[in-house]
């Protein structure tokens, strides 16, 4: 079965440090890119960035670029975003999803497919 | 950026009503559209790709339409485990984004 499973939910301090993972399996990690998508409580989805892990590509949305870093471990399949200092506005949904190609009349789209379960990250004093 | 702004935000039906969600981009993005649904609690699922090709498994009560900077999601006949948010998605570079939403609620 293909599929992303995200690491637990985090209650963290504004300043601190963290790390949230996202594992792949049941498919090539390293074919698929894989992209992060940020959920406020009771809002829309927004796009955070993404990252090839075949080669490590990483493009992020201008609105998260400096906030956030995305990395992968191919050795391990797992994708990862990371803040150096949560503020408290890094509350929010965390969901990591597979990128993958699909095909209609001639022409390949790229979806996000499969999804992670979600990280729920509380930044709290 | 190109920006998705999607009509209604919220929409009130019934079971057995059709309902249609509207998409608007900031520029022509051609058929690099997909929608997804998202019920309460759960991650985003994805419905239709390239503006208008049914994802594998959803069913066909569910269409999109549309090029260029203006796109539909129909559903024909609203079932129960249809009430959820909706968003579009273009897929026209890297720089991707989201619409806003549509919770679709139960009147």
């Known amino acids: 079965e293909v599929q992303l499973v995200q690491s637990g939910a985090e209650v963290k301090k504004p300043g601190e440090s963290l790390k949230i993972s996202c594992r792949g399996s049941?498919?090539?990690?390293?074919?698929?890119?894989i992209g992060w998508v940020r959920q406020m409580p009771g809002k829309g989805l927004e796009w955070m960035g993404i990252?090839?892990?075949?080669?490590?590509?990483?493009r992020y949305s201008p609105s998260f670029q400096g906030q956030v870093t995305i990395s992968a471990d191919k050795s391990s399949s797992t994708a990862y975003l990371q803040w150096s200092s949560l503020r408290a506005s890094d509350t929010a949904l965390y969901y990591c999803?597979?990128?993958?190609?699909?095909?209609?009349?001639?022409?390949?789209?790229?979806?996000?497919?499969?999804w992670g379960q979600g990280t729920m990250v509380t930044v709290s004093s | 950026d190109i920006q998705l702004t999607q009509s209604p935000s919220f929409l009130s039906a019934s079971v057995g009503d059709r309902v249609t969600i509207t998409c608007r981009a900031s520029?022509?993005?051609?058929?690099?559209l997909a929608w997804y649904q998202q019920e309460p609690g759960k991650a985003p699922k994805l419905l239709i790709y390239?503006?208008?090709t049914l994802q594998s498994g959803v069913p066909s009560r569910f269409s999109g339409s549309g090029s260029g900077t203006e796109f539909t999601l129909t559903v024909s006949s609203l079932e129960p485990e249809d009430f959820a948010t909706y968003y579009c998605?273009?897929?026209?570079?890297?720089?991707?984004?989201f619409g806003g939403g549509t919770k679709v609620e139960i009147k």
């Open positions: 990252i090839y892990p075949g080669d490590s590509d990483t």
């Open positions: 390239a503006a208008s």
């Open positions: 520029q022509g993005i051609s058929s690099n």
């Open positions: 998605h273009q897929l026209n570079s890297f720089l991707l984004t």
């Open positions: 049941g498919y090539k990690f390293t074919s698929y890119y």
């Open positions: 999803a597979r990128r993958g190609p699909y095909y209609y009349d001639n022409s390949v789209y790229f979806v996000f497919d499969i």
